[in-house]
């Protein structure tokens, strides 16, 4: 499992959808130069090599642009390389997951901070109907998010002093996650790939929401 929309990222080896060891490490947005040799580490660590790998599960944000890249082109290239299956999750999808006993069935509204003064978000649920995306990832001014807060919803995430009221004024609530998103991702990843829904490693992308700031407009 690979997560890198941050600059906290992490990884895992799983087995059955449950990370059984995890590295994660603080990073200047130098994603291109560690997460390789971080993989070998693990599997080091592990007793294993890359032909033990049997599916590569990796976060496809929102998040950093460098970061993201660097995540999904390696996580493609390895599923690809050994042609084993890929699952690529949404970071807001990890986060809301990360939370699901907080949430006992409620609506979970997963945040993201996604500078210049915006924020994405996306709603899931967990209920007797499984595990499902009620609101797809979306990008806009933090108000159209407060307005959306119901009684009930579980908000996480990047939670400012601004959502925190509106969380409050809503009747909502909040809670945190209490583990690295990496581990989510183990779970959320091996549930895909049980399901036969895999991603086609040469179509895979990072979801971004919105254009870079630089380049054309």
């Known amino acids: 499992a690979i997560e890198c929309a941050s600059d906290e990222p992490g990884i895992a080896l799983a087995a059955g959808g449950v990370a059984a060891l995890t590295l994660t490490w603080a990073t200047q947005r130098n994603h291109s130069i560690e997460l390789l040799p971080n993989i070998e580490r693990m599997l080091d660590e592990a007793g294993r090599t890359k032909a033990d790998i049997e599916a590569v599960f990796v976060d496809t944000g929102p998040g950093g642009y460098a970061a993201l890249r660097v995540g999904v082109s390696i996580a493609k290239a390895i599923a690809h390389a050994l042609g084993v299956p890929l699952a690529g999750i949404g970071r807001l999808e990890l986060d809301a997951y990360s939370v699901v006993p907080d949430a006992a069935g409620r609506r979970i509204i997963a945040v993201h901070r996604a500078g210049r003064g915006e924020a994405a978000w996306a709603a899931y649920r967990t209920d007797g109907a499984g595990w499902r995306e009620e609101?797809?990832?979306?990008?806009?001014?933090?108000?159209?998010?407060?307005?959306?807060?119901?009684?009930?919803?579980?908000?996480?995430?990047?939670?400012?002093?601004?959502?925190?009221?509106?969380?409050?004024?809503?009747?909502?609530?909040?809670?945190?996650?209490?583990?690295?998103?990496v581990v989510a991702l183990s779970a959320l990843g091996h549930r895909r790939i049980e399901d036969g829904r895999a991603d086609d490693p040469t179509a895979l992308v990072p979801l971004y929401l919105r254009a870079p700031a630089i380049g054309p407009q």
């Open 135 to 181: 609101a797809p990832p979306r990008i806009g001014k933090p108000e159209a998010l407060h307005q959306a807060l119901i009684p009930g919803d579980v908000v996480t995430g990047d939670i400012d002093d601004a959502l925190a009221e509106a969380v409050q004024r809503a009747g909502a609530s909040m809670a945190s996650a209490p583990q690295h998103r």
